[in-house]
């Protein structure tokens, strides 16, 4: 409880700060607006339709290019972890996509897809697929031999072994990579959407751009922080604490 209160001070000292810095106009507001126009920019854009439907948009092809990605990087994860040679090959060459900025793959997905729908679903699964491959890999390379040598003494037949001894014992490992995956490919779908769409978070930023509205681009900022914070925290890291609490390692 301590700890939220914290954080909540926090929040508000920021915010009274930056209300503070801008009020006193050293800089023109229309360059560093106050926290209310940038709050009553957001509720304009609300109230003309134009935010809550980019944030549906936004949601949608995120959810649909995760879902891909997860399955990419999850299947290259269990081979990369239960193959020497293959990890061997393949580890470096995902540590340097993991490396690369999501907007670098917005260029060559216009170039292959154009502005369709698809270059942003591939955006998102090339941003976050390297991430979950990883930390598949990991966890099942750091699985004790013990448990693989005690499961075929109890009599578990080899085509069980996955889902009863190397998947629940790598979990922990996977939900922290498909963790860290939502988080890459989030920005990899803003990205995107600067370039690429006509609706969307990121088709919101580009537009407050355009018309040099900073409130408006501060406001979609912020605002999409908001929702990846909400996600990571409510959702992701939810599970993320509950499984590695049934494993005893919180």
């Known amino acids: 409880m301590k700890g939220k209160l914290m954080i909540a001070l926090f929040y508000i000292f920021v915010t009274a700060l930056w209300q503070c810095i801008a009020s006193q106009q050293w800089v023109p507001q229309y360059i560093f607006p106050t926290p209310l126009m940038v709050v009553q920019r957001l509720w304009e854009l609300g109230g003309d339709g134009s935010l809550w439907p980019s944030v549906k948009q936004t ?29 061997s090959c393949f580890r470096s060459f995902f540590l340097g996509l993991q490396t690369l900025p999501s907007a670098a793959w917005v260029p060559i997905s216009l170039l292959i897809f154009g502005l369709r729908d698809q270059g942003i679903y591939f955006v998102i699964i090339m941003s976050s697929m390297a ?42 490992n996977i939900v922290t990579g ?47 922080l908001g929702i990846g914070l909400l996600i990571d925290r409510f959702f992701f890291g939810l599970i993320e604490t509950k499984i590695k609490r049934q494993w005893g390692l919180v």
């Open 59 to 87: 949601l949608l092809r995120m959810c649909a290019g995760f879902v891909f990605a997860t399955m990419i990087g999850l299947s290259i994860g269990l081979i990369m972890g239960t193959n020497q040679l293959i990890n």
């Open 131 to 172: 991430a979950m491959a990883i930390a598949t890999a990991d966890g099942i390379a750091q699985i004790p031999p013990m448990y693989l040598r005690a499961a075929r003494t109890l009599g578990t037949p080899w085509y069980a072994i996955g889902h009863r001894v190397i998947f629940p014992a790598a979990l922990p």
């Open 178 to 224: 498909i963790k860290l995956g939502w988080t890459l490919g989030w920005h990899g779908a803003v990205s995107a959407e600067l370039i690429k769409s006509t609706m969307g978070l990121g088709f919101l930023l580009h537009m407050g751009r355009e018309l040099n509205d900073v409130s408006q681009v501060l406001g979609i900022m912020l605002f999409t």
